[in-house]
């Protein structure tokens, strides 16, 4: 089967129209059982040349996403890097925690015109990050998307690598919290760590015995009520008891720049025009 190659062509449509800070978002660590949920936004000077093997970071090896990160960041205008804490993701539920994520990426920019967003629209979205264009498998189809999913995916795999450290036996450092065999059996012997998604059926159902042959995700299309009442209410701060302290964060990735941290906390203003 080949490989989709993404292509620039809906960012220089963007470019075309005038707007000149175009933010690819993605997002990674939706299906795993445990750790937070990351988002990435990724900013390209218009008119930019693709940095050769970048593509959706599911089909890249782990070497290959370690060699592409820092080219990524080196070449970008902007980067953004944001996330939703297992507290948030049990309290909103894993759909909205991913979208949380996402927005506090694009607000880490420092200014946007547009974002194109993998997959479907999201209810209410527009509202928090301005005008955007969802597109469906973007991560494949569109360069910058491939970007923030490289990166995204770069971050939130160090960051299951010091959590293996903290919590060893788990094997977390290979599996980044997928429901694996070696992660389930390890739950049945060791139990839960505060890093363990509670909401998520399938933990339940690894505890009881059961087979893991349903769906990880829950019911992602959430109500328009649930949508409705989330959006008219502040979004509040829930870090986790265990929750690694700024220092921590900051050590996760060191292509960070100097004082950033990935930081879980409430939305700043809106970052577009």
């Known amino acids: 089967m080949a490989v989709i190659v993404p292509t620039l062509r809906h960012e220089r449509r963007l470019w075309n129209a005038g707007h000149e800070r175009v933010a690819g978002v993605d997002e990674v660590g939706v299906a795993p059982t445990c750790g937070a949920v990351v988002a990435a936004a990724v900013i390209m000077k218009p008119g930019c040349h693709r940095i050769p093997g970048v593509r959706d970071s599911k089909t890249l090896s782990m070497a290959q996403r370690e060699k592409l990160a820092p080219l990524i960041r080196k070449r970008a205008v902007a980067i953004g890097v944001g996330a939703a804490s297992v507290r948030e993701i049990d309290q909103l539920n894993i759909y909205h925690a991913t979208h949380l994520a996402m927005r506090r990426a694009i607000a ?24 955007y264009t969802n597109i469906v498998d973007g991560d494949a189809k569109v360069y910058t998307i491939a970007c923030a999913s490289v990166v995204a995916k770069v971050v939130r795999d160090r960051m299951m690598a010091k959590l293996a450290a903290r919590y060893p036996g788990y094997g977390w450092e290979h599996n980044q919290g997928y429901a694996t065999r ?23 159902r690894t505890l009881a015995g059961d087979q893991l042959d349903f769906d990880l995700l829950g019911d992602p299309a959430a109500s328009v009520d649930l949508h409705q009442r989330l959006e008219g209410e502040a979004v509040p701060v829930m870090v986790d008891d265990a929750m690694l302290d700024a220092a921590d964060l900051a050590a996760l990735d060191p292509f960070v720049d100097d004082g950033e941290t990935l930081a879980f906390e409430p939305d700043p203003a809106p970052a577009f025009a």
């Open 108 to 131: 880490r920019l420092g200014g946007h015109d547009h974002v194109i967003v993998d997959g479907n629209r999201i209810v209410g979205f527009e509202g928090h990050v301005g005008p």
């Open 182 to 204: 070696d992660h389930r059996d390890a739950i049945r012997a060791m139990g839960l760590t505060p890093f363990h998604r509670r909401s998520f059926l399938a933990l339940q």
